[in-house]
């Protein structure tokens, strides 16, 4: 008899086909049989183990989560309801050209003291990996040996193999370490990752020229990965920036995944679909190209983000020590306030958009919640006085919530056919981004049933099919017999993100039962002591060999007249 039988589902399988109604079989971790409408044909009813009544609840395929960064996160923290709440059950990190492998030990320091805004410092984790396999063994091994709460794929993070050959300095690599950055980037990708991101708006990742990582992204294509780009604005110059990346993978002959891809600040105010038609115009020429957002108007990063990459050469203990200087932090502030950095995205900071949102310093906790303007005029100093003294004071530490979005170019872009959901969740700090905890639900409350912006079989296809199409997994992202048995059931009625800017960890509601290898991971509403999630290694194709079966933009194109 077999371990599972879900009744009376509705379900919405994940490629954007209409709902049915179904009972739905699990065993040894995967779907064995679907019975459509198995209750009104009076056949016999399969039988389990177990039986969970679905009646009113929709059963869709576990939701991915495209642009992650629990890198460290799903080591430390065996319960991670901040995703597993929410129905994600595969989550993709390495964003953003930083993380943790490939590395030696001088450049893990880099990097550690680089992203601790993102994840930390992780003086609580030992450090037991170096190459981009190990950090995946690692993530099987998980906590106490026995898993992860939820799946994770890992992307090559260029900066990371930028600094570990080449340093923090901004220069062209020459010809020999070019050749090692191919080599790391092959044995990443042999080792299981599913492709390459980079952070064009940090350093070292963005001291790379286009011909540098034009022939990174060669390798990526020839092992049937794709590129994910933090591309080099997403304010004064977006389009251009986003054009650079199409160019670039085009001439490689590389698929492109652009990440989070927004138009943001007021330079780009209406501007969603200018955008769209240029990928529309990348796609009808032959492009393979998918994007993700998150559905929220701010974005996230660090503080020490914005500053101008001149400053940043070097790495942490270099721009702390320009900081610490009078007259090189009077140029800092100049490129900020008045010229506009390429940390800010060509855009003057507005100190009034810029709110706190973690410290690691805790004597330094009463900026949380603030916006640099509003802390500066509490202590009757000018704004760009209070963000120097708390980059200095908590080295680099502090996050951010950057409100510069609009949510026309929010909803626009998530109409488009290639578009994916990703949380770009970080979750750390005392105020974390909302969307660390909600993205998921208020894709499916907010958007689909309050707001009419998407169906709720589009939607689910943008978080499921779509996602494990553009990964290459053959076997996850629908709803189909053989498949793995990562499942969400939620209740379309109630379904909401519980996490606000005022209470960011606030669990959603709407989601009682969430399966991972037809394990319950939530169950009834609440997080058990399963740890179902593994590193989800993707096989490399033969180097060179022609990508196997559908591309994601191939497979979204079939269903345009609905997603589209």
């Given at each position: 008899?077999?371990?599972?039988?879900?009744?009376?589902?509705?379900?919405?399988?994940?490629?954007?086909?209409?709902?049915?109604?179904?009972?739905?079989?699990?065993?040894?971790?995967?779907?064995?049989?679907?019975?459509?409408?198995?209750?009104?044909?009076?056949?016999?009813?399969p039988?389990?183990?177990?039986?969970?009544?679905?009646?009113?609840l929709?059963?869709?395929?576990?939701?991915?989560?495209?642009?992650?960064h629990?890198?460290?996160?799903?080591?430390?923290?065996?319960?991670?309801?901040?995703?597993a709440?929410?129905?994600?059950t595969?989550?993709?990190l390495?964003?953003?050209?930083?993380?943790?492998?490939?590395?030696?030990?001088?450049?893990?320091?880099?990097?550690?003291r680089?992203?601790?805004?993102?994840?930390?410092?992780?003086?609580?984790?030992?450090?037991?990996?170096?190459?981009v396999?190990?950090?995946l063994?690692?993530?099987?091994?998980?906590?106490?040996?026995r898993?992860?709460?939820?799946?994770?794929?890992?992307?090559?993070?260029?900066?990371t193999?930028?600094?570990?050959?080449?340093?923090?300095?901004?220069?062209p690599?020459?010809?020999?370490?070019?050749?090692?950055?191919?080599?790391l980037?092959?044995?990443?990708l042999?080792?299981?990752?599913?492709?390459?991101?980079?952070?064009?708006?940090?350093?070292?990742?963005?001291?790379?020229?286009?011909?540098?990582?034009?022939?990174?992204?060669?390798?990526?294509?020839?092992?049937?990965?794709?590129?994910?780009?933090?591309?080099?604005?997403?304010?004064?110059?977006?389009?251009?920036?986003?054009?650079?990346?199409?160019?670039?993978?085009?001439?490689?002959?590389?698929p492109?995944?652009l990440?989070?891809?927004?138009?943001?600040?007021?330079?780009?105010?209406?501007?969603?679909?200018?955008?769209?038609?240029l990928?529309?115009e990348?796609?009808?020429?032959?492009?393979?190209?998918t994007?993700?957002?998150?559905p929220?108007?701010?974005?996230c990063?660090?503080?020490?983000?914005?500053?101008?990459?001149?400053?940043?050469?070097?790495?942490?203990?270099?721009?702390?020590r320009?900081?610490?200087?009078?007259?090189?932090?009077?140029r800092?502030?100049?490129?900020?306030?008045?010229?506009?950095a390429?940390?800010?995205?060509?855009?003057?900071?507005?100190?009034?958009?810029?709110?706190?949102?973690?410290?690691g310093?805790?004597?330094?906790?009463d900026?949380?919640?603030?916006?640099?303007?509003?802390?500066a005029?509490?202590?009757?100093?000018?704004?760009w006085?209070?963000?120097?003294?708390?980059l200095?004071e908590?080295?680099?530490?502090?996050?951010?919530?950057?409100?510069?979005?609009?949510?026309?170019?929010?909803?626009?872009?998530m109409?488009?056919?290639?578009?994916?959901?990703?949380?770009?969740?970080?979750?750390t700090?005392?105020?974390?981004?909302?969307r660390?905890?909600?993205?998921f639900?208020?894709?499916?409350?907010?958007?689909?049933?309050?707001?009419g912006?998407?169906?709720?079989e589009e939607?689910?296809?943008?978080?499921?099919?779509?996602?494990?199409a553009?990964?290459?997994?053959?076997?996850r992202?629908?709803?189909?017999?053989g498949?793995r048995?990562?499942?969400?059931?939620?209740?379309?009625?109630?379904?909401?993100?519980?996490s606000?800017?005022?209470?960011?960890?606030?669990?959603?509601?709407?989601?009682?039962?969430?399966l991972?290898?037809?394990?319950?991971?939530i169950?009834?509403?609440?997080r058990?002591?399963?740890?179902?999630?593994?590193?989800?290694?993707?096989?490399?194709?033969?180097?060179?060999?022609?990508?196997?079966?559908?591309?994601?933009?191939?497979?979204?194109g079939?269903?345009?007249?609905?997603?589209?």
């Open positions: 008899m077999e371990d599972l039988v879900i009744r009376d589902a509705d379900v919405v399988d994940g490629t954007g086909a209409d709902s049915y109604r179904a009972d739905v079989l699990i065993d040894d971790g995967r779907i064995v049989s679907i019975v459509k409408e198995a209750a009104a044909a009076g056949c016999q009813r039988k389990a183990v177990r039986e969970l009544d679905a009646e009113g929709v059963l869709s395929p576990g939701f991915i989560d495209m642009h992650a629990s890198d460290l996160a799903l080591l430390r923290d065996p319960d991670h309801s901040a995703k709440a929410q129905g994600v595969l989550e993709v390495g964003q953003d050209g930083l993380s943790y492998a490939p590395v030696d030990d001088r450049t893990l320091e880099g990097v550690r680089a992203i601790t805004g993102w994840n930390g410092y992780g003086e609580d984790l030992d450090f037991d990996w170096r190459s396999g190990e950090y063994d690692r993530l099987d091994h998980g906590v106490e040996g898993g992860i709460a939820v799946n994770a794929a890992y992307l090559i993070p260029q900066g193999v930028r600094a570990l050959v080449v340093g923090w300095e901004d220069r690599a020459t010809d020999r370490e070019l050749d090692r950055m191919r080599r980037v092959a044995e990443g042999e080792q299981g990752a599913v492709g390459l991101s980079s952070g064009l708006t940090y350093t070292p990742g963005m001291y790379a020229r286009g011909a540098e990582l034009t022939e990174l992204c060669r390798v990526v294509a020839g092992y049937g990965g794709y590129y994910c780009p933090h591309h080099r604005s997403y304010g004064a110059g977006a389009l251009e920036a986003y054009a650079e990346m199409i160019e670039l993978t085009r001439e490689a002959g590389c492109l995944h990440a989070h891809a927004t138009m943001n600040f007021g330079v780009n105010e209406g501007r969603a679909p200018e955008l769209l038609t990928l529309d990348a796609l009808a020429s032959g492009a393979d190209i994007l993700d957002t998150y929220y108007t701010p974005g990063t660090t503080l020490a983000a914005l500053l101008p990459s001149w400053a940043s050469e070097g790495g942490p203990p270099e721009i702390l320009r900081l610490a200087d009078h007259d090189t932090a009077a800092i502030r100049h490129d900020l306030e008045v010229t506009g390429d940390g800010c995205h060509g855009v003057p900071v507005d100190w009034d958009t810029i709110e706190i949102s973690g410290v310093d805790e004597r330094l906790a900026h949380v919640g603030r916006t640099v303007h509003a802390s005029l509490l202590r009757g100093e000018e704004p006085t209070t963000a120097r003294r708390l200095l908590d080295r680099l530490a502090p996050t951010i919530l950057q409100h510069v979005g609009h949510e026309e170019n929010v909803r626009t872009i109409r488009h056919r290639v578009h994916t959901g990703g949380s770009d969740g970080v979750l700090g005392a105020k974390p981004h909302p660390a905890y909600g993205t639900p208020r894709y499916l409350g907010h958007y689909v049933r309050e707001s912006i998407l169906s709720l939607c689910v296809a943008h978080l499921t099919g779509r996602p494990a553009r990964l290459r997994l053959p076997d992202g629908l709803v189909r017999e498949h048995a990562d499942l969400v059931l939620f209740d379309p009625d109630t379904v909401a993100a519980g606000t800017y005022e209470a960011p960890r606030t669990l959603p509601t709407g989601i009682p039962h969430v991972i290898d037809g394990r319950f991971v169950e009834n509403g609440r058990t002591d399963v740890l179902a999630g593994r590193a989800v290694r993707r096989s490399p194709m033969r180097r060179n060999a022609a990508p196997g079966g559908p591309s994601p933009t191939a497979w979204a079939c269903r345009r007249s609905r997603s589209g």
